[in-house]
């Protein structure tokens, strides 16, 4: 199996870095399966942080960079709201 995904992945780009890169990222996939971390916020994070970002570089730009009024609008305040008490559940939950 390790073999057809090294071949398609050469065969791909013809680009030896991007076999290095998958062999690495299948090996850190196998240790995160062993380690039972969850995939999926991994991949959400690789998918959306550009969209993140140019939407974050985008609300700056209209705002002449004032990072203020970007973090306290309400819906952005709920939102890291709800995510800290996420993050703090998560972590009392594992104890």
Known sequence: M???IIIGTYSY???GAH???SLILGFLGYI???V???PIPIVLGFVMSPIIEQNLNRALTIHNGD???VLFRP???TIL???LITIIYGVTSKR
């Open 2 to 4: 390790i073999i057809l």
């Open 13 to 15: 780009s013809n680009y």
């Open 19 to 21: 076999v290095l890169m």
């Open 32 to 34: 995160f399966l062993k």
């Open 36 to 38: 039972n971390i969850p």
């Open 67 to 69: 990072l203020t009024n």
């Open 75 to 77: 819906i952005t305040l």
């Open 81 to 83: 709201f709800l995510a």
